[in-house]
């Protein structure tokens, strides 16, 4: 499996970005996939998750009501929209999947910039 991010850039505070990542490879054995982000300084952190068929989600608390994980199975792509965005949401934010053989993988990374 591999994945591709793109969506990143720089967005005043209060705007919307809407962040993809594409998966490739074996997509079929992929359980449940995730957005972590990781800021200047700090360790990375789930930021939300769902599982591949989309039937459960979850956010960190930090993004809940703003940010909304989605999937597009027939494109092969996750979504990641954020609405209502802060300065502290500005990281490098990562793709992630858990295979059914327990292998993780992870993007590239994107950046997200929200200045005041």
């Known amino acids: 499996v591999q994945l591709v991010e793109s969506g990143g850039g720089l967005v005043q505070s209060g705007g919307s970005l809407r962040l993809s990542c594409a998966a490739s490879?074996?997509?079929?054995?992929?359980?449940?996939m995730a957005w972590y982000r990781q800021a200047p300084g700090k360790q990375r952190e789930l930021v939300a998750g769902?599982?591949?068929?989309?039937?459960?989600?979850n956010y960190a608390d930090s993004v809940k009501g703003r940010f909304t994980i989605s999937r597009d199975n027939a494109k092969n792509l996750m979504y990641l929209q954020m609405d209502r965005l802060k300065p502290e949401d500005t990281a490098v934010y990562y793709c992630?999947?858990?295979?059914?053989?327990?292998?993780?993988?992870w993007g590239q990374g994107t950046l997200v910039t929200v200045s005041s």
């Open positions: 992630n999947a858990w295979t059914m053989t327990h292998v993780e993988v």
């Open positions: 769902m599982t591949y068929d989309g039937d459960a989600t």
């Open positions: 490879g074996s997509i079929f054995s992929i359980n449940a």
